[in-house]
Each structure stands twice: as structure tokens, then as C-alpha cells.
């Protein structure tokens, strides 16, 4: 039953209740963070450093998600190509260097310029390592310098002295130790040689180390000279006719290459840093040693570098987020944590460089002093096809007899003009 007091009273509550709702801010509902697909290669897909890094970024950047997808290597640049034609793919991407022309060619990539020129981490960046990202020496950076690398040798360091040698500097030394290293009745090889998938880079530094280029001064194609046919025909012969190279050589990819030398097979391999860690985790500091590529002439030492940046793709509707990510990961904590990591490669900041951590330690010791002279793929569209696909058919046709080096070169500088 109503009483006069409760008639009364409703009115007043409704009234004072209207007041609140009326005063009180209007409620308004969180924004989703805004997602951001990356697309990536792991030389190790297993090392924890890179799902504790994508942490770190979500944890400190809520208005942003990263959600990234780990491609392998070999696969990387074909389903990057396939997508990018579907009108999808990722929004940011880890990238070769090699692969700009044909990229930036295709409208594809979307240019840094603008982003860096605002960005306080540039001044940095090792000056020149910014070209890595052009295509042309004043043009548009289109990729952020992330990890840089030098190809080297690994050798073991306790085969060497038991069989009384000296780490090779040159290519007679090195075809000198290859030999006596190599006893295939104990399963025993002098040189784990990659004819298999990611192989070129370690092709091209021993091309290089012997006096061949990819182009001249002018930009013209010359891999097919008679230099490059030599030098070629000589590391075809390190599998073909020394036999220093185990049997699966023509097909072997990094896993093959890797697990050789770790499990006994082979006594020598060229890498770069981003296999320090494995290497002497596995066998132990003091079994592996590193030396610069061996060369042809001691006077003209040359290997082979290449850049592992990012790039965000001109298709993103993120890009924004997508930029904060990138250059966040060349920032001075990602990038510090990346290197010193299983997937470890040269920091591309002065400020990490000159660090003790890296001065002090051999392998990046030696890979910072070959990048006074390291030699990188030439910005070429057709680049991206030779190291995604030809190269390895070549190669291993080469390595089994099928052609010469001579069409082996043919083919590829073919290729290279035509693309």
C-alpha cells in the first residue's frame, strides 16, 4: 500500500537520479588496440627470445597488438610475393636486403623517409648502413636497418691442432686444410658445403673473396666473366673433384650444414654470427674458431654482407602502428636483446657496436672488421628470384655435373638483366 510519504517521495528519487545521469561523463567504451601482422624468418625458431620480445612490445604499447607468423627462410619470399598479388599479407615484415629492387619496383613497400626523419633513434644507426635500405645511394630508405652480418669461417679448433694447421687466410691454405681434414672412411669432411636452400650467401662470399662481382662499377652485370666462371668452377670442384664436402652437399640447407659440425662430420663452415651461440654451446669455446673468408689474394679481401631489416608494406591500413613496431625493434633494448641472442647478428647502433660485449667477443670481433669490406647482393629486381629460386637449381645441377659454371652464371646473370 502507498502511504502520502512514499507518493511523495518517488518523484524526488526519479528527479535527483536524472541529475546524476545527466552530470555524470558520458561513458564511453575502450578502443580495441589496433593489430599489426608480422611476417618472419627464424634462423632457430625455438630460441625464446623472440615470443619474450613481442611480449615486451604488446606489454609496453597496449594501443597496439603484434601478432606475428614465422615462415621459413626458404619459403619466405615466394608466399611474401603471393600474398602481396592476393591483396593480402602482413602489415610489417622482416626483409632481405636483395629483395628491395623487386619490391620497390612492384609499388609494394611503403618509403621510411618520411617516419625516420621524425623518428630520435636515427642519428644512432651507423650512417652508412642506412644505404642498405636504398636503392640507389640519394634515393628513398624503404627498410630499417635491423641485423646486420658478414659471412666468416667456423673451424674446430681442435681438429686443427691435432692435424698441426693453422686457420686458412687464403684459398690454398684453405684447400690445403680442407684435404687433410677429410677422411670419408671415418665419415670425416674438410668443408660443409651448402648447395641446398639460403646457400648463396655463402657462395657469393667465397665469389667474392676470389676476385669475382656481381656487377661492375657502372652497374653492369659481369657474374658470368671469366673470373667469376673460374672462381665459380673452383668451389663447384671443393664437392665435384676434391671431394672435401660431405655426399649430401648438393642438397644440404643450414640444419644439414650446422649439425655436420656440431656432430663431427665436417671440420669447417661459413656463417656468421647468428650460429656463435649454437656452435659453441654445443661443442664448447674452446673447440671453435672463427677467421675472416679466406681469399684469393690477400691483398683484395672481400665477403660477402647482407642486411635483415623491416619494412611495412604499402597495402597495410596500419602502417602507423606498423612503424611504431619496426623501429621500436632498432631500438637500442629489442635490438641489444636480438643479438645477443641465438638469432644473434651485428647491431646496427653505434652505441651497441663500440659496447664491450660485442668488441670483446670474437666472432662479433670479427664480423664488425670484414664489414670495412663486405660486398652486398647489388639492388637488382631480378636479385630476389636468383637467391629465392635459380641459384640453388643452378647450383646443385652445377655441383652434380648436369651444366658448367660457365651456364651455371649464364643463367643467373640472365636472370639478374631481366627481371
Given at each position: 500500500?502507498?502511504?502520502?510519504?512514499?507518493?511523495?517521495?518517488?518523484?524526488?528519487?526519479?528527479?535527483?537520479?536524472?541529475?546524476?545521469?545527466?552530470?555524470?561523463?558520458?561513458?564511453?567504451?575502450?578502443?580495441?588496440?589496433?593489430?599489426?601482422?608480422?611476417?618472419?624468418?627464424?634462423?632457430?625458431?625455438?630460441?625464446?627470445?623472440?615470443?619474450?620480445?613481442?611480449?615486451?612490445?604488446?606489454?609496453?604499447?597496449?594501443?597496439?597488438?603484434?601478432?606475428?607468423?614465422?615462415?621459413?627462410?626458404?619459403?619466405?619470399?615466394?608466399?611474401?610475393?603471393?600474398?602481396?598479388?592476393?591483396?593480402?599479407?602482413?602489415?610489417?615484415?622482416?626483409?632481405k636486403d636483395w629483395w628491395l629492387g623487386e619490391f620497390v619496383q612492384a609499388g609494394?613497400?611503403?618509403?621510411?623517409?618520411?617516419?625516420?626523419?621524425?623518428?630520435?633513434?636515427?642519428?644512432?644507426?651507423?650512417?652508412?648502413?642506412?644505404?642498405?635500405?636504398?636503392?640507389?645511394?640519394?634515393?628513398?630508405?624503404?627498410?630499417?636497418?635491423?641485423?646486420?652480418?658478414?659471412?666468416?669461417?667456423?673451424?674446430?679448433?681442435?681438429?686443427?691442432?691435432?692435424?698441426?694447421?693453422?686457420?686458412?687466410?687464403?684459398?690454398?691454405?684453405?684447400?690445403?686444410?680442407?684435404?687433410?681434414?677429410?677422411?670419408?672412411?671415418?665419415?670425416?669432411?674438410?668443408?660443409?658445403?651448402?648447395?641446398?636452400?639460403?646457400?648463396?650467401?655463402?657462395?657469393?662470399?667465397?665469389?667474392?673473396?676470389?676476385?669475382?662481382?656481381?656487377?661492375?662499377?657502372?652497374?653492369?652485370?659481369?657474374?658470368?666473366?671469366?673470373?667469376?666462371?673460374?672462381?665459380?668452377?673452383?668451389?663447384?670442384?671443393?664437392?665435384?673433384?676434391?671431394?672435401?664436402?660431405?655426399?649430401?652437399?648438393?642438397?644440404?640447407?643450414?640444419?644439414?650444414?650446422?649439425?655436420?659440425?656440431?656432430?663431427?662430420?665436417?671440420?669447417?663452415?661459413?656463417?656468421?654470427?647468428?650460429?656463435?651461440?649454437?656452435v659453441t654451446g654445443k661443442l664448447g669455446a674452446n673447440a671453435v674458431g672463427v677467421?675472416?673468408?679466406?681469399?684469393?689474394?690477400?691483398?683484395?679481401?672481400?665477403?660477402?654482407?647482407?642486411?635483415?631489416?623491416?619494412?611495412v608494406l604499402r597495402a597495410s591500413k596500419s602502417k602507423a602502428a606498423a612503424w611504431?613496431?619496426?623501429?621500436?625493434?632498432?631500438?637500442?633494448?629489442?635490438?641489444?636483446?636480438?643479438?645477443?641472442?641465438?638469432?644473434?647478428?651485428?647491431?646496427?647502433?653505434?652505441?651497441?657496436?663500440?659496447?664491450?660485449?660485442?668488441?670483446?667477443?670474437?666472432?662479433?670481433?670479427?664480423?664488425?672488421?670484414?664489414?670495412?669490406?663486405?660486398?652486398?647482393?647489388?639492388?637488382?629486381?631480378?636479385?630476389?628470384?636468383?637467391?629465392?629460386?635459380?641459384?640453388?637449381?643452378?647450383?646443385?645441377?652445377?655441383?652434380?655435373?648436369?651444366?658448367?659454371?660457365?651456364?651455371?652464371?649464364?643463367?643467373?646473370?640472365?636472370?639478374?638483366?631481366?627481371?
Amino acid at each position: 500500500m502507498q502511504g502520502p510519504w512514499t507518493r511523495g517521495i518517488r518523484p524526488a528519487v526519479l528527479c535527483l537520479a536524472l541529475c546524476v545521469l545527466l552530470s555524470a561523463p558520458a561513458f564511453t567504451q575502450a578502443q580495441a588496440p589496433t593489430t599489426v601482422s608480422y611476417w618472419l624468418w627464424l634462423d632457430d625458431p625455438t630460441d625464446p627470445m623472440f615470443p619474450a620480445v613481442i611480449k615486451e612490445f604488446n606489454d609496453s604499447h597496449p594501443e597496439i597488438r603484434v601478432v606475428p607468423q614465422v615462415i621459413p627462410l626458404a619459403q619466405f619470399h615466394d608466399k611474401l610475393v603471393t600474398a602481396l598479388s592476393a591483396g593480402s599479407g602482413p602489415d610489417a615484415s622482416r626483409f632481405k636486403d636483395w629483395w628491395l629492387g623487386e619490391f620497390v619496383q612492384a609499388g609494394a613497400l611503403e618509403p621510411l623517409s618520411p617516419y625516420i626523419a621524425r623518428w630520435s633513434g636515427r642519428s644512432d644507426v651507423i650512417a652508412n648502413l642506412w644505404n642498405t635500405g636504398r636503392i640507389s645511394p640519394t634515393g628513398l630508405i624503404y627498410m630499417m636497418p635491423h641485423q646486420f652480418i658478414t659471412f666468416y669461417l667456423y673451424y674446430r679448433k681442435d681438429w686443427f691442432q691435432q692435424a698441426g694447421l693453422q686457420p686458412p687466410r687464403t684459398f690454398d691454405e684453405f684447400v690445403d686444410a680442407a684435404k687433410r681434414l677429410t677422411d670419408p672412411s671415418h665419415n670425416r669432411y674438410g668443408f660443409g658445403l651448402r648447395g641446398g636452400d639460403g646457400g648463396q650467401d655463402q657462395w657469393l662470399a667465397f665469389m667474392v673473396a676470389g676476385g669475382a662481382r656481381m656487377v661492375d662499377a657502372l652497374g653492369h652485370v659481369v657474374i658470368n666473366s671469366p673470373k667469376a666462371v673460374e672462381v665459380n668452377q673452383w668451389y663447384i670442384d671443393l664437392y665435384r673433384t676434391l671431394r672435401v664436402a660431405p655426399p649430401s652437399a648438393p642438397s644440404d640447407a643450414y640444419a644439414q650444414v650446422l649439425g655436420a659440425f656440431e656432430g663431427g662430420i665436417t671440420g669447417m663452415f661459413a656463417h656468421h654470427v647468428g650460429s656463435s651461440v649454437l656452435v659453441t654451446g654445443k661443442l664448447g669455446a674452446n673447440a671453435v674458431g672463427v677467421v675472416p673468408i679466406p681469399v684469393a689474394d690477400p691483398k683484395a679481401p672481400a665477403t660477402m654482407a647482407t642486411m635483415a631489416g623491416n619494412v611495412v608494406l604499402r597495402a597495410s591500413k596500419s602502417k602507423a602502428a606498423a612503424w611504431t613496431f619496426v623501429s621500436w625493434l632498432t631500438e637500442r633494448q629489442a635490438m641489444d636483446e636480438w643479438s645477443r641472442s641465438r638469432q644473434g647478428q651485428l647491431p646496427v647502433l653505434t652505441s651497441l657496436a663500440t659496447n664491450p660485449f660485442y668488441q670483446n667477443n670474437v666472432f662479433f670481433k670479427t664480423s664488425l672488421d670484414e664489414a670495412k669490406y663486405a660486398i652486398t647482393w647489388p639492388g637488382l629486381p631480378g636479385v630476389g628470384y636468383v637467391s629465392a629460386q635459380l641459384w640453388q637449381q643452378m647450383m646443385q645441377q652445377a655441383l652434380l655435373g648436369q651444366i658448367s659454371s660457365k651456364q651455371m652464371l649464364d643463367r643467373i646473370a640472365t636472370a639478374l638483366e631481366s627481371k
